[in-house]
């Protein structure tokens, strides 16, 4: 695991970080990125609007890291009452209904989704990924068993970073888009704190 810089600490997202979510997603979407630089340094496919990030927020902050006033990087949180709020996701939850952790439903576990990643170019090998996971783990682990997320298959450095953290493969499925690994991470199975 790359070691976090001591300066970098995750915390809720406030509403006024949602804007600086947004211009961090637009640049580090798929179709914006050349594709030589989306198979080196990952990217991300949803796009959200403002009013949908703040509806997002009100249920639950998303965690964010900063660098001074710079946005280093951000995790939304996306309870399972959002599964109404981006139709486009309805394929996961459809699946995370039908899978099983540990010979167990997983609707039987206290869990949410993690809707989306990112770290800004200049923070990258910094521990920022790491640190949002942490941040997550710290916020919601005390009323949550797991955390969920998705990833494209064709993204290997997001593959490669959440299996870092601690991430196990739970299924897997195609939609209209692309084939997509579905995982999970055991908050009892945290990450060494910081040193």
Same mark, same amino acid.
């Given at each position: 695991?790359?070691? *976090? ?19 961090? =997603? ?14 080196? =340094?990952?990217? !991300? ?12 927020? !009100?249920?639950a902050?998303?965690?964010? !890291?900063? +660098?001074?006033? *710079? ?6 949180t ?12 309805d394929?996961? &939850?459809?699946?995370? +209904?039908a ?15 993690? %809707?989306?990643?990112? !770290?800004?170019? =200049? ?10 996971? #942490? %941040? ?12 969920? *997320? ?17 991430? &196990?493969?739970? %299924?897997?499925? #195609? +939609?209209?888009? +692309?084939?997509?690994? &579905?995982?999970?991470?055991? &908050? ?8």
């Amino acid at each position: 695991m790359t070691a *976090t810089d001591a300066t970098l600490r995750a915390e809720p997202a406030r509403e006024d970080d949602l804007p600086a979510i947004l211009a961090l =997603q637009r640049e580090n979407l798929a179709r914006a990125l050349a594709p030589d630089e989306a198979a080196s =340094q990952g990217f !991300v496919t949803i796009v959200h609007t403002l009013e949908l990030l703040q509806r997002m927020h !009100v249920m639950a902050p998303s965690v964010v !890291v900063r +660098d001074g006033a *710079t946005l280093a990087g951000y995790a939304l949180t996306m309870p399972l009452g959002c599964r109404a709020l981006i139709p486009v996701l309805d394929p996961m &939850f459809c699946l995370s +209904d039908a899978l099983a952790w540990r010979g167990r439903p997983l609707s039987s576990y206290r869990y949410y989704v993690m %809707g989306q990643i990112c !770290v800004a170019r =200049q923070h990258r090998g910094r521990g920022v990924f790491q640190e949002l996971y #942490r %941040g997550h783990a710290e916020l919601y682990a005390p009323d949550h068993d797991l955390v969920v *997320t998705e990833i494209s298959a064709r993204n290997g450095r997001s593959r490669r970073a959440h299996e870092k953290v601690g991430f &196990f493969e739970l %299924g897997r499925h #195609r +939609d209209a888009t +692309d084939d997509w690994l &579905f995982v999970g991470w055991d &908050f009892a199975v945290r990450p060494a704190a910081r040193r």
